[in-house]
């Protein structure tokens, strides 16, 4: 991923749940797990990545869940000052 795009205040880490119905049994539901860096609530990268799998991929969309954090970036380390030692 682009380091500058991770900087960026309005891109935040997006998680997508899609159900889709099995190709070879259609009674039978799937789920994908897809997770990118994209931007609420337009979400871009999400809707590229849909529009790709129906023109491509034979499962057929039942639904799509999302959800995002709000902090996307490195992650964060508290220092402890305390040490304690077990035996």
């Given amino acids: 991923m682009n380091d500058q795009k991770q900087t960026l205040p309005d891109y935040r880490l997006t998680t997508a749940e899609i159900i889709y119905h099995l190709p070879d049994h259609p009674d039978l539901l799937q789920s994908f797990i897809w997770q990118k ?7 871009p990268e999400l809707r590229r990545f849909l529009e790709f799998w129906s023109r491509n991929i034979e499962g057929k969309l039942h639904s799509v869940r999302v959800g995002q954090a709000r902090h996307a970036g490195r992650p964060r380390f508290r220092h402890i000052t305390t040490r304690t030692r077990l035996n």
Avoid at 37 to 43: G, I, K, M, N
């Fill in 37 to 43: 860096l994209d931007v609420a609530p337009d979400y």
